[in-house]
Antibody, heavy 121, light 108 residues
C-alpha cells in the first residue's frame, strides 16, 4: 500500500524558514516524480513544485521560485521542501503527492495527509 | 498560466441523479492533459480521471470524463451517497500546473 507521511509543519514568523519532509513507502520511490501541492481555503489547490525521480529536474510555481527548494533522498525514500523567506500567503496545508504516469497522461494518484504551515507574527 | 474555471460552484442534487460538472480553460490544454479529483472534508484529494477520460484504478464506472481543447466535463451518472464532495479539475499540459477552484456537489 502506498503511504506518504508529511511532517515539519507549524507556526513560523514572516521571513522565517521551515523544512517539510515526506516519508514514502509501499512503492519504488526512486522511480516516481514527486510534488508538493498546497491548499488554502481562499485559493483552493495549488501545485507548488515537482522533482524528477533522480532529482535532475525541478520545477516551481512562480510565487515560490527563489524561496522554496524541493529535494529528495532516494536512499531514505524521502521528499523535502525547504521554505525560506516565508510570507503570510504561504499559509496552507501542504501535501506530498506522487505523480502517476501512463504514457503521456498522468495525475496525482497518491497523497499524504497534509501538514499545516501557518505564517504569522 | 492556464486558468481553469469550474462551474457551477455548487450543485445541489439528490442521490440517483446525474451530475454534470464543467471545467473551462483559459487556453487550450495540450493533448487533453486534464485530470479530475474528488475531495471530502478533512481528507486529501482522491484521483479520479486522467488524460481527460481515463478512470484511475478502482474508480467506479459511474464516473466519466470527456472534452478537449478548452472545455471538459466530469459526469457522475447516478449519484451515490459517498459521491457528495468537492471536485477539482487540473491541467498538466503547461507549466505551471493549475487546478480549478472546485465544484461542490451537495445533497439536495
Amino acid at each position: 500500500e502506498v503511504q506518504l507521511v508529511e511532517s515539519g509543519g507549524g507556526l513560523v514568523q514572516p521571513g522565517g524558514s521551515l523544512r517539510l519532509s515526506c516519508a514514502a513507502s509501499g512503492f519504488t520511490f526512486s522511480r516516481s516524480w514527486m510534488s508538493w501541492v498546497r491548499q488554502t481555503s481562499g485559493k483552493g489547490l495549488e501545485w507548488v513544485a515537482n522533482i524528477k525521480h533522480d532529482g535532475s529536474e525541478k520545477h516551481y510555481v512562480a510565487s515560490v521560485k527563489g524561496r522554496f527548494t524541493i529535494s529528495r533522498d532516494n536512499a531514505r525514500n524521502s521528499l523535502y521542501l525547504q521554505m525560506d523567506s516565508l510570507r503570510a500567503e504561504d499559509t496552507a496545508v501542504y501535501y506530498c503527492a506522487r505523480w502517476y504516469s501512463s504514457g503521456w497522461y498522468g495525475g496525482f494518484d497518491s497523497w499524504g495527509q497534509g501538514t499545516l504551515v501557518t505564517v504569522s507574527s | 498560466e492556464i486558468v481553469l474555471t469550474q462551474s457551477p460552484g455548487t450543485l445541489s442534487l439528490s442521490p440517483g441523479e446525474r451530475a454534470t460538472l464543467s471545467c473551462r480553460a483559459s487556453q487550450s490544454v495540450s493533448s487533453s492533459f486534464l485530470a479530475w479529483y474528488q475531495q471530502k472534508p478533512g481528507q486529501a484529494p482522491r484521483f479520479l480521471i486522467y488524460g481527460t477520460s481515463n478512470r484511475a484504478t478502482g474508480i467506479p464506472d459511474r464516473f466519466s470524463g470527456s472534452g478537449s481543447g478548452t472545455d471538459f466535463t466530469l459526469t457522475i451518472s447516478r449519484l451515490e451517497p459517498e459521491d457528495f464532495a468537492v471536485y477539482y479539475c487540473q491541467q498538466y499540459g503547461s507549466s505551471p500546473w493549475t487546478f480549478g477552484q472546485g465544484t461542490k456537489v451537495e445533497i439536495k
